[in-house]
Nanobody, 125 residues
Framework: QVQLEESGGGSVQSGGSLRLSCAVSQYYGSPICMGWFRQAPGKEPEGVAVTDMDGTTRYAESVEGRFTISRDNAKTTLDLHMASLEPEDTAMYYC???????????????????RGQGTQVTVSS
């Protein structure tokens, strides 16, 4: 059974940085497309960023220029470096995997077949 496990969440003040990590196990090979989405209390899930096997990245407009997604295919890990954090970034962050082709986009991360349990990010003003 494919498993994704996030780590690295926490609390930070506005303007601060955090790095999230995701470890993928029990997946044959490496997922074609991996990404992150988030969900704040009372809001719909929001795709944040994705990266495919050759390292191409795509970001939601709300995080472009502040967040950086990266992956290590050999280790099947996925990172999200978040800088210049704002209170609006407060949410549960989820790692997801399994998309491909045109569906390798931030919007589709909420629908990928595999996801982790999430890690909380809280940004205070």
């Amino acid at each position: 059974q494919v498993q994704l496990e996030e780590s690295g969440g926490g609390s930070v003040q506005s303007g601060g940085s955090l790095r999230l990590s995701c470890a993928v196990s029990q997946y044959y090979g490496s997922p074609i497309c991996m990404g992150w989405f988030r969900q704040a209390p009372g809001k719909e899930p929001e795709g944040v960023a994705v990266t495919d096997m050759d390292g191409t990245t795509r970001y939601a407009e709300s995080v472009e220029g502040r967040f950086t997604i990266s992956r290590d295919n050999a280790k099947t890990t996925l990172d999200l470096h978040m800088a210049s954090l704002e209170p609006e970034d407060t949410a549960m962050y989820y790692c997801s995997a399994g998309g491909s082709g045109d569906r390798c986009s931030p919007t589709w991360t909420t629908l990928f077949p595999y996801r982790g349990q999430g890690t909380q990010v809280t940004v205070s003003s």
